[in-house]
């Protein structure tokens, strides 16, 4: 490695290039040296890096790694087994269990932070040596509404159906429920040009690190209540229409389904929804107007992230960020688009190649006669022996330990412990199960619950592939070594394959798994079948879909749209009544409770909470909250306070600040224990992508019972 190792970024779908290289004086010393950092250019970050990326190389030598398996004794406490024993418990627990229950009581849990290869291999692992239909992954709680919302208008779904340095040129950008200033800084260098035009818009209820941006004639900030922003796109949609601002010749050769459409937003004039959302109705017809005129100048991009599609409606909203966009006459233009922005790092790729409950590999259903004929035929396996579609990931949690559900479950690259909606409830269910295997970097709240612990490959010790925010397809090469007892997943598959007396093949090979992927996904939406190692390597530009003998398609919809008519279809969709569930027995007004991420953290914060300097930075978890609201319950900036509901309830410190809304609350969600987010949130979810609601639990916050500054202050210690 002696010229470094090009790669790119752990963390988020903005895939940051980077390169990797051991110091100088490493060659020299006995003691294992961390390896160098460096921003590398390239189109999504152009050399430069986040908090997060440059410290990235300081897990690799953590002291808290886990290089052994760990299996739990009957104390409770995880003592070291060899691999052939954690394989032997796993193979008699899988047998057992299906021989009890029947094969869907065994249950698998992926991530979007997996290669392409051990997404593909983990789905195909399920539904082969596992015989389950019981898989999904915490891409559910990230893309799913967005995803669903793009395969019905469009017939596919592609996070930015575009490169993302096409932004650099936009006049206007609307972007909604996305800090990106925090979640992916680099990004941010892809608003300038629209920033420069006056032509920023921000959706969001807190005056973000993004919404500043638009100060200062860089453009507007609209600060809807919490979960209207549904209302406030038919609000903008309505305008369109009514002051004649419509595409109407992309709407009339390129698009269904527009009278109803019209229809269906009539009654949202701007002073209607300004009642809904309290964005003031001249703002409305500003940033409509601003809109169609970008159009015409450099360009119009509306971008959604999750801030507007963590709801029980977020597949509706997405869907009517895309009527608006369709309005426009955006999506396939030459100068503007719409777009979700994928969080996860493979959230993208993790989603196309089969870790999803309804899905197979290429983006295929699983329903399919078709679909299902040809993965049977790759797979060198009878069509029936592939299960049929399991549940999405809330549904498969709430089943843990239940008489019907999954009693046995492998966890890949997830932290349900705290990432999941209604925690409390999910670690009862982590803890009712007959086994529970989670393979990880270090011991996260998830694997501390576990029967058996496997430790894993980190990022800059393998080989593979992971597909960006724009579907392109990079390579993840290796600059070091694993420690000793560190396997691969790829490598525990195809053991236990081999114990379980799996049918087709399994590899611990990248490569070779990833030319299997390439026949899987021949044909299907994600059509990698024209990209290879080889070509990766040489540093040409791979969007999918890539059939084999073209160049790929860096840029959708140019021509059509992937519905069999080749035209984007109009849904009429609209607000509808919300039933989530509070706390009937509480005094006063509830609060509702927003979530979301911070500059220095990542995720659930496994990972980033054990990096010294970015716990130094954010040790703790603080709610954001509006000096009016604090004043009303004697709290002071810094104060200890109680976050509840009929859930949960969360111990943190008041962080006072005006940017917020008066009768909203902000909590990040990277923190366990008594600081989790998630102890609130409830498991309600989007009846078409199962996306739960993150964004509007209601919340009662007081000032905290005596003792609990105490109780704090003791978890401040914790990594």
Not at 150 to 177: C, E, Q, V, W, Y
Not at 427 to 435: E, K, P, T
Not at 556 to 568: E, I, K, N, T, V
Request: hydrophobic content about 40%; some cysteine; glycine content about 10%.
């Amino acid at each position: 490695m002696a010229d470094g190792a090009a790669t790119h970024c752990p963390y988020c779908a903005l895939q940051c290039a980077m390169t990797l290289t051991a110091p100088a004086t490493a060659a020299a010393s006995l003691e294992a040296a961390p390896l160098e950092v460096a921003g590398r250019d390239f189109p999504t970050n152009r050399s430069g890096l986040c908090h997060k990326g440059w410290t990235s190389a300081s897990l690799l030598e953590h002291p808290g790694r886990v290089t052994e398996p760990l299996l739990r004794g009957a104390d409770g406490v995880h003592r070291p087994v060899s691999w052939d024993e954690a394989l032997e418990r796993i193979t008699t627990a899988v047998k057992a269990t299906r021989a009890r229950y029947g094969p869907d009581a065994v249950g698998v849990f992926g991530g979007g932070g997996l290669t392409n290869e051990k997404a593909y291999q983990l789905g195909k692992f399920a539904r082969l040596a596992l015989g389950t239909s019981r898989i999904d992954y915490n891409g559910r709680f990230c893309m799913s509404s967005a995803a669903a919302a793009g395969m019905r208008a469009f017939g596919l779904d592609r996070g930015l159906p575009f490169p993302l340095a096409d932004l650099d040129a936009a006049s206007t950008i609307l972007l909604l429920g996305s800090n990106v200033a925090e979640t992916m800084p680099p990004f941010v260098q892809h608003l300038q040009g629209a920033r420069d035009a006056g032509g920023l818009m921000v959706v969001d209820p807190r005056r973000s690190a993004t919404a500043a941006f638009t100060a200062d004639g860089g453009g507007l900030h609209l600060q809807p209540l919490p979960g209207t922003d549904l209302a406030l796109l038919l609000g903008l949609s309505h305008v369109v229409i009514h002051e004649g601002l419509a595409d109407a010749g992309f709407i009339a050769d390129r698009t269904t389904g527009y009278a109803a459409l019209a229809r269906s937003v009539a009654g949202y004039w701007p002073e209607r929804v300004q009642s809904l959302t309290g964005v003031p109705a001249g703002l409305i017809r500003d940033s409509a107007r601003r809109l169609a005129e970008g159009r015409a100048r450099g360009g119009s991009y509306i971008l959604t992230g999750r801030g507007v599609e963590q709801h029980v409606d977020g597949t509706d909203t997405a869907t009517a960020a895309i009527n608006l966009a369709l309005l426009l006459g955006l999506p396939g233009s030459a100068r503007s688009g719409y777009g979700t922005l994928t969080g996860q790092g493979n959230g993208q790729g993790g989603r196309e190649h089969g870790q999803k409950a309804d899905q197979l590999p290429g983006y295929r259903k699983i329903t399919d006669p078709a679909a299902r004929a040809h993965m049977a035929a790759v797979w060198g396996v009878p069509e029936a022996s592939i299960p049929g579609p399991g549940v999405p990931a809330v549904e498969l949690l709430k089943s843990l330990g239940q008489p019907d559900g999954v009693r046995c479950l492998f966890v890949h690259g997830a932290n349900v412990a705290v990432s999941a909606p209604d925690a409390n409830v999910v670690i009862a269910g982590l803890r009712s199960l007959d086994f529970l295997v989670v393979c990880d970097f270090f011991v996260s709240e998830t694997a501390a619950e576990a029967d058996l612990i496997l430790p894993v490959t980190q990022w800059a010790e393998e080989e593979g592939t992971l597909t960006n925010l724009e579907g392109r397809v990079l390579r993840r090469r290796r600059a070091i070594a694993p420690p000793p007892g560190v396997r691969s997943e790829l490598w525990i598959m195809t053991r236990l394959a081999e114990l379980l007396d799996a049918p087709s093949t399994f590899s611990e090979d990248p490569e070779t798994v990833f030319e299997e992927l390439r026949l899987a996904s021949a044909g299907g939406a994600a059509d990698y079948s024209g990209i290879d190692y080889a070509l990766l390597d040489r540093g040409v530009e791979a969007y999918w879909p890539y059939p084999a003998g073209s160049t790929g398609t860096p840029r959708l919809f140019r021509d059509s749209f992937a519905h069999p008519d080749g035209r984007a279809v109009f849904t009429p969709v609209a607000p509808r009544r919300r039933t989530l569930a509070g706390d009937p027995e509480a005094a006063g007004t509830p609060m509702t409770l927003i979530t979301g991420r911070l500059l220095e953290h990542y995720q659930s914060g496994a990972q980033t909470r054990r990096v010294a300097a970015l716990a130094a930075a954010r040790p703790e978890a603080r709610l954001q909250l509006h000096p009016a609201a604090a004043a009303a319950q004697g709290i002071a900036d810094g104060d200890v306070v109680a976050v509840a509901n009929a859930r949960g309830e969360v111990l943190c410190r008041a962080e006072l600040s005006a940017d917020i809304r008066p009768e909203t609350v902000f909590l990040p969600f990277h923190f366990p224990g008594l600081e989790s987010a998630n102890r609130l949130t409830e498991a309600a979810t989007d009846p078409v992508s199962g996306m739960p609601e993150f964004k509007t639990s209601k919340v009662w916050v007081r000032p905290a019972r005596a003792g609990a500054r105490a109780e704090v202050l003791q978890m401040e210690g914790a990594p």
